[in-house]
């Protein structure tokens, strides 16, 4: 123990003035901290024009346009010879109940004295929805009772009229618009005043199925929403077991050797794999080899579940690499077998990784659109499926997949819903993202 | 273990459920310019109909007829949209896989529009005009020389003096077919240029397709809404669109003519409209009977009440087919069709 420590040269100068030296370490750290700063604010502000457009877009598809007026379910129309027999019923098609809303539409706006001049009944007609007249049949259908009754109806507006009430449509580009007219905009101007017209929540985008390019007013997302669901019970199904026990036989059981590396870089390897090669995979052999159907839910899980595999793979054995050896010796020490060790200590330690590891993985299957291009997720599906399991092979769409397929329709109304869904999307990434997050702040321990 | 449980029963349930099921409902594929038409009728159909909704997808309209010739079952589609005839190559295909009866139903016309930004200048094009224009090679003073032409003014001192940049369907999309053959084909020969070709050695003057490759032309992979797009991000440029699309967006967009005739439903029902083209979809004879609800929903498809000139298809934009009639009765009578000539 010498004091042989040869000190520094003593600095000349004093603590009190920073010398060159000092000055320019302290600049280049200033410059380092507003680089990160720089770069947060563009990452921020990239995050900001994203949502505004987002949300300036999709908003208003939370939003729809209705009217609301009696609408007399005329005996003699739906009902020609009084049995009330179903049969008989469903032979009226939509184009006689189309026909019984603009009559009780015309009464309306007779009653109310509204003149618009050069109005045409046809411009009156296409102030209604078609979808208007398919909901008032199947009601019909469903309570035949209801025939002969006056009943007060809240039908959907035609997507024009829809897009004036939203700032869409103007009278200018009515003009120029053959879809609409300046007539059917004026008597909207007079309906609104005198509340027949107005808007209200839009529980239809969350709960109906899509329409065709004539109805953009009755698109929703009823069947997207259940198809990404089935599809995200089939990938946790599948993939938690699986995933979860190939970490632990690898983390916990398997024997280091060069099988075991070769399957620890493949695993690696698969995580990066572009998601679309998935789907061809997932076309070849669900698809043309197993048979199973195009356009089903099981189909899309099956290979959202490839996907999300090995992301649950890697989080779960990291969060059982985190569990500290001392758990296991202990364990092993007062007798347990090895699978006792890992199955009443180190998986409910490593648990919340995991499940947070689960979470992330679903959350990015939900969003994946590529590989579902592939296996007819992008068709255009009206019926909802049944209820799991049967339902599960029923043709769907999923979240994604509908953006794309909105983007791609011609009538502007559908700039609107795409940008709705993707709110939609959004709120559901958000919540999973949330949960996970929250899990782990719950659960997590340090050692 | 409990994992390992699970795994196995759920494996077990899905394999159980899947082989309960026998599919119910109408399954199409093909022609993106088509799908809009066939989710019309779909939605229609599906509502007034006990059957399901018909499961309508896009892909392209080559794509689609593959998918009807892979074989004849429940995991095969039941209909091709097409817009465009089946190809000899499609039929060969098909009887390879034992898919040997298709009925070719022609549901009405489609047309093809020029469009630009509504707030620019008004054209009237000739397929003259666009051959001069977007060709690799033109006719000037009686030689064929490299396209140098740099607004429509050089073209044709009709038109404004507007720098050329026109946004074409790409080579994978039915509608390029369409503008190759009536426009760019029909251009060229109306300027000479392929009988220079052939006088140059070019015997079925193939060069008339060569497209110049400085730019002026821009081919659109996507859809009609990247169309659009790129036209309101470029206004001096000027579009290709179907008619139905250009109806839906008659507030942004102005239309040319073409050989001085504006193009409507009622020029294209007429012939005189040039740049229009059949609607095809191809339906597989086997599965009629199997699939419920096949004959009625192309019955449908056809019927006055969906196809003719006052229906909704008319209404979208689709010319109705002034044969239809006979469409009908074919469809009626289950008449596979004839080998192609």
Redesign the interface.
Known sequence: MTDAVAHPTPHSGSLLRQDERTRRRNNAERRFRLYGQVAIGIAIMALVILLTSVLGNGLSAFRQTFISMPVTLDAAVLDKKGNRDPADL?KV???GYSKLLVNSLTQVIEEEGIVVEGLASSDIKDMIS?EAA?QV??RVLGNPDLIGQTVDLKVLANGRIDGYLKGR?SME??E????VSVNQLRLTESLVERGIIGKSFNWGFLTAAD?????PEAAGLGVAILGSAYMMIVVL??S???G??ASIYLEEFAPKNRWTDLIEVNISNLAAVPSIVFGILGLAIF?NFA?????AP?VGGLVLTLMTLPTIIITTRAAIKAVPPSIRDAALGIGASKMQTV?HHVLPLAMPGILTGAIIGLAQALGETAPLLLI?M??????FPAAP??G??D?AAALPVQVYNW??????AFVERASGAIIVLLVFLLVMNTAAILLRRRFERRW | MKAAKITVSALALVAAAGAAEARDQIQIAGSSTVLPYATIVAEAFGENFDFPTPVVEGGGSGAGRKKLCEGVGENTIDIANSSSRIKQSDIDLCASNGVNEIMEVRIGYDGIVFASDLNGAEFAFTPADWYNALAAKVVKDGVLVDNTNKTWADVNGDLPAQDILAFIPGTKHGTREVFDVKVLEAGCEATGAAEAMKAAGDEKAEGCLALRTDGVSVDIDGDYTETLARIDANKNAIGVFGLSFYQNNTDKLRVATMDGIVPSTETIASGDYPVSRPLFFYVKKAHLGVIPGLQEYIDFFVSDDMAGPDGPLAAYGLVSDPELAKTQEMVASGTPMAPLN
Do not use: C, M, Y
Not at chain 1, 176 to 179: A, G, K
Not at chain 1, 291 to 295: D, K, N
Not at chain 1, 407 to 412: E, I
């Open positions: 469903k098609t939509t184009i078609d398919a049949r199947d449509v580009s009515a120029r618009d053959s879809n329409a065709s390019e004539l109805r199904v599948l938690l077991p699986i979860v026990a698809i048979g199973l159907p195009q356009s099981i199955f007819g992008v068709a255009f599906v009206r019926d399991p049967e599960l092979f043709p983007t791609q329709r011609a009538d502007p």
